[in-house]
């Protein structure tokens, strides 16, 4: 029987290394199938790896498991010597994730989507019957960072706008 080929489930860009089924979560070791990277201060190219690290990313849930993506990152050697920035870590794809971020991107947009329609309990309520570990403090945050207007029109609606107001001589009420 041949083996699943996991290259379709994983973001674009990664290559993997090695896959842990457990009973409660899939673990996924990968890393970056770039083999250069860009300074971002001056642009060069680099070869020259300085250090590994690991980072570790939540992405959609397979099969009733949660997975885990473990990526081996890299901090590369900036081999311009005027270039005041010695060494840097390589960006992830877009595709996969952000910039210190904890979900891969795909995870984020669904995190994203049910904090537009739901908001904060609700979502992490439907979040949790859905298998994704995000709490209803995390929903609001995601829509929070959005850019204006990327979230479509939005109301805000305070609590004052909800309060009952007391009023000295209601008027009668009328049958």
Same mark, same amino acid.
């Given at each position: 029987m041949p083996l699943l080929d996991p290259r379709p489930l994983l973001p674009a860009g990664l290559v993997v290394d090695t896959i842990e089924a457990g009973t409660d979560r899939i673990i996924i070791s990968a890393h970056p199938a770039v083999t250069m990277s860009a300074c971002p201060t001056c642009g060069e190219l680099s070869r020259r790896v300085h250090s590994r690290y690991q980072r570790h990313l939540l992405d959609l849930p397979s099969h009733g498991r949660a997975v885990v993506l473990h990526l081996q990152a890299r901090r590369f050697r900036?081999?311009? @010597?005027?270039?005041?920035?010695r060494t840097f870590a390589e960006p992830l794809p877009a595709e996969v994730g952000r910039r210190s971020g904890q979900r891969t991107a795909r995870l984020d947009g669904l995190v994203q989507h049910l904090g537009i329609a739901l908001g904060g309990r609700p979502g992490a309520g439907l979040a949790g019957r859905l298998m994704l570990l995000v709490s209803? *403090?995390? %929903? %609001? !945050? $995601? &829509? !929070?960072? %959005? @850019?204006?207007?990327? @979230?479509?029109? &939005?109301? &805000?609606?305070?609590? *004052?706008?909800?309060? $009952? !107001? $007391? $009023?000295?001589?209601?008027?009668? %009420?009328?049958?």
């Open positions: 900036c081999i311009t @010597a005027e270039c005041p920035r209803r *403090d995390t %929903l %609001l !945050r $995601v &829509v !929070r960072r %959005l @850019a204006p207007g990327e @979230a479509g029109p &939005v109301q &805000v609606i305070g609590i *004052d706008e909800w309060a $009952v !107001r $007391v $009023v000295a001589n209601p008027p009668p %009420l009328e049958c």
